[in-house]
């Protein structure tokens, strides 16, 4: 599933408000889609009892946003003895899409419990975790699934960062310690770099802010954004030295 999160913080030297925005992408037709849809229609004449194909079928129905038929397909396929083994998973799917994610969560959990190491339920399952607002369950799964990705993408860190924003004041040491632990794999990865440097304003640590801020290449440093960031790092700075001289 395509998404784009949006991370906004508003912050002074007590606080910081976190807004995490998910935006869906807008549903249209998919030739490709419907091309593959196809193929397993014509399959499926010949094998109708096929539940991996049913399964196929339901999750492209669902990404081409025909959720009727894709629960149709998956209804379908819970009816089959043995029961398909994939079929949690899908049905997840379809109920995070459908915003039903007490439904989502009950499914991924139920194929967590088969396959504990499956990264891709466990990033899902934090989604449904984030809709039912347990951002520290959310950032669980995603640690796990840092542990557990061969290969772990700087999404992940990002994240689980941001739930623990999301989890509250208390929770921003770990948010900290999570990016810079993304950055130890990504040392110039501008979303981690910018998260970073938000939080640590937040926290009133210019320090880190400004050692952020200084890890961008140049030019990107001279962007307004960065200039922004560090500008206030800068008077949040001369204000703490001025403080502390009183």
Not at 62 to 82: I, L, S, V
Not at 99 to 114: M, T, V
Not at 232 to 242: C, N
Request: proline share 6%; charged share 25%.
């Amino acid at each position: 599933m395509m998404y784009l999160s949006f991370s906004k913080f508003l912050f002074n030297r007590a606080a910081v408000l976190f807004c995490l925005m998910a935006l869906p992408l807008l549903s249209f037709a998919h030739p490709e889609l419907l091309s593959q849809i196809a193929q397993l229609n014509l399959q499926l004449e010949q094998r109708p009892g096929d539940a991996g194909l049913l399964l196929k079928r339901g999750d492209l129905y669902r990404r081409d946003g025909n959720y009727k038929a894709a629960g149709q397909d998956f209804t379908e396929a819970a009816k089959m003895n043995p029961l398909p083994d994939a079929l949690a998973f899908y049905e997840g799917r379809l109920y995070l899409d459908t915003d039903r994610p007490e439904a989502a969560l009950a499914s991924f959990s139920q194929y967590i419990e088969d396959h504990p190491g499956h990264v891709k339920t466990r990033v899902l399952r934090s989604q449904a975790l984030l809709l039912l607002d347990r951002p520290v369950e959310a950032a669980d799964d995603l640690g796990r699934a840092i542990e557990l990705a061969e290969n772990p993408s700087p999404a992940l860190y990002r994240d689980q960062a941001m739930a623990l924003i999301a989890a509250g004041e208390g929770h921003w040491p770990e948010a900290a310690s999570v990016i810079l632990c993304g950055l130890q794999r990504f040392p110039v990865e501008i979303s981690l770099l910018a998260l970073g440097t938000d939080l640590a304003l937040a926290r009133a640590d210019t320090v880190s802010a400004i050692a952020f801020i200084n890890k961008l290449p140049p030019a990107l440093q001279q962007l307004p954004e960065w200039q922004k960031r560090l500008d206030l790092a800068t008077s949040l700075d001369e204000a703490t030295k001025k403080s502390r001289r009183l």
